[in-house]
């Protein structure tokens, strides 16, 4: 039968395995979330680069046809800008909720190692306390082995 100590070692380490696990999906949601952020900023960037050559174009007197086949380039990238916006905007609860995994997983390990060193200390008390009476028990006898032969010569 496993000790009260062995037990609560053995909860301790699956909730450490938990956080872990934990800390791991909030990593992979913050990549997911980085590369969500990079892919935006590249389609904005593109659009930039897109509204300048229009510009730049028009300046220059530029034909319909032209005209046209950069105003639809120009609202696809707006569409494209838009669409990544989405996209970042809608990993926020799951990244929110990785966040908040881990900060429950956190505290669950947190009160288990309060738990652990309560117990320590119980037993280390408990011990501490056999260990005095143990002392008060040998020096009792100690003072009635020394006084037995005052008694007996009376």
């Known amino acids: 039968m496993r000790t009260r100590q062995e037990r609560l ?18 990593a992979l949601s913050l990549g997911e979330e980085a590369q969500r952020r990079r892919a935006l900023a590249e389609t904005e960037a593109q659009l930039g680069q897109a509204r300048v050559q229009w510009t730049s174009e028009l300046a220059g007197g530029i034909g319909p046809a032209r005209w046209s ?46 738990w652990r060193d309560r ?15 143990r002392l008060d028990e040998i020096g009792l006898l100690e003072v009635l082995r020394r006084e037995a032969p005052e008694h007996g010569e009376g």
């Open 119 to 133: 117990l320590v200390e119980r037993q280390r008390r408990e011990e501490d306390r056999r260990e005095r009476l």
């Open 9 to 26: 070692q053995r909860l301790l380490r699956l909730r450490e395995r938990r956080e872990k696990q934990a800390r791991h999906q909030l």
């Open 69 to 114: 086949v950069l105003q639809a380039y120009i609202d696809h990238r707006q569409r494209s800008v838009a669409l990544g916006e989405r996209m970042v905007a809608e990993w926020q609860p799951r990244l929110a909720a990785a966040r908040e995994e881990l900060s429950a997983a956190a505290r669950e390990r947190q009160g288990m190692e309060r």
